[in-house]
């Protein structure tokens, strides 16, 4: 291994010690006779003092190394209480693995601003930031503790196809591809064939699911490929059922980030308290009253930015639900409960971060509502055929990844949280 130990892991104890070190060169001060050079690994930095007259060569070829180099060092640790962490390495045998070119695209350490254009062209030195890095943790435990939370309530993840047949949610905000000759679509989530699977007895199932929807407006909040946890379980009663599983899984997703990511927080300056259970549920004829006192909005008509931004100022919570929308407002899919849907939103800090909602599971009713809805339910054979030979009743939602980190962390852009984004103008890198 080229690395015995990461920055971090050195303490008192490794005083005298021989180990090996390997990252990136940060920064490299050379005062003459002596030069103090930063190295960055994944865990955090470590201080590499080089004197020239103790190995004139080793010293001249470190000093002269590009910024962002790659090298492994090994050395002696030395406890040196006026070095950044408290310990320094007196390098023995340096390694060079990878010379940077310069200049560099961009700085990793320098205070200037880059734009975030530039940043995401060079999403791989922009990852090199402690801060850009800190959002990636939390995003990798933001997913393991949420999946472990639906683990431990009898969820097993499934995997369903991203190429399909005909478009899941109707609408025409699909991507087309060429299909060997065939016109074949990206899914807009795995609604469809999560449904599906509660026909087969698997009761509860998750995916982290891909989203790809080709909607052409550029805001901060959407992307053209996005990731949710997909939840959908059998054997309900009503979507309360549902809604309990989405305010546990933040809540226990929250705690755990709350609990390992301090670093992380600190770096991106943000405070969390884990929301008392269970979050609010506010009616949708509740929003519908509080925002007439201020705007012209209608009964039935949908909640927008604008209308979410503005409930936010009236609602005392950061979380809370929406439930009981008119029908026409929700897909086809969700089961009716008169002139509502029994379906609900999860908003956090005014933003919709979920959607879900007891299901239609009567094959009749169903057809009905796509009927009623204008739907080709030809191009949806293979859906509808699942709701034929035994379909038990069955809720679930759809929880956007990003939007959820967007708010956790109080970031402006939903790019922020993705790696490499797609919108409309970026399809690379
Ligand atoms: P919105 O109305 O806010 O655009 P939606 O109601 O169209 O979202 P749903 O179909 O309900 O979205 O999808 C479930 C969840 O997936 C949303 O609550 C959101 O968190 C996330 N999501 C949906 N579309 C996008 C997108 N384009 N970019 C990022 N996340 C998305
Ligand atoms: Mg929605």
Redesign the pocket.
Known sequence: MLRSHYSKEINEEFHGKEIKVAGWVEDIRNLGGIAFIILRDREGKLQITAIKKENPDLFKKLVSLPRESVIAVEGICQKNEKVMNGWELLPKKLEVLSIASTPLPMGVIDKVNVDFDTRLDNRFIDLRKEETKAIFLIRHSFIKYATEFLRNKGFIEVHTPKITASSS?GGTEVFKVDYFGKDAYLV??PQLYKQMLMATGFDRVFEIAW?F?A?EHDTS????E?T?IDIEMAFISDEEEVMRIAEEMTNYAIQKILDENSKELEKLNVEIDTPSLPYPRIKYDEVVEILQKEIDFKWGD?L?TDEENLLAKHVDYELYFIKDFPLETK?FYAMPNGKYARAF??EYKG?????GAQRIHDYDMLVKRMNELGMNINNFEDYLKAFKYGMPPHGG????I???LMRLLNLKN?RECILFPRDRKRLRP
């Open positions: 949610e807009q989530s989203y929807r909607e909040r959407h992307l053209n996005s949710a949908d927008g897909p939103d999860l933003m919709e971060i979920a959607s939602f759809g929880y956007g990003e939007r959820f939903i």
